[in-house]
């Protein structure tokens, strides 16, 4: 099972209490079902609305199930920012 990283961001970082933390996932589901469950309640909410970066890509629309996660990979976790 692959091994990397997840970073937060902004609210998400807030939420998890954490700027990253490892994941152990085969997919880009499997490690937010285990960051839901180590972090019920703020940052489920907040979850749903972030887009996310697999290794610097963007992951849009696909269904995460799909997404394959890397050994050493990164996944960063970036909820809607407000720019000026």
Do not use: N
């Not at 997919?27 to 697999?54: I, M, N, Q, Y």
């Amino acid at each position: 099972m692959p091994a990397g990283t997840i970073r937060y961001w902004a609210a998400a970082k807030a939420a998890a209490g954490v700027a990253e933390e490892p994941y152990t996932a085969g997919t880009l589901a499997d490690a937010l079902h285990a960051v839901r469950e180590r972090h019920p309640g703020e940052l489920t909410r907040v979850l749903k609305s972030c887009s996310f970066l697999v290794d610097g890509a963007p992951v849009g629309t696909r269904d995460h199930q799909t997404v394959r996660l890397a050994e050493g990979g990164t996944v960063e976790v970036l909820p809607p920012f407000a720019g000026g």
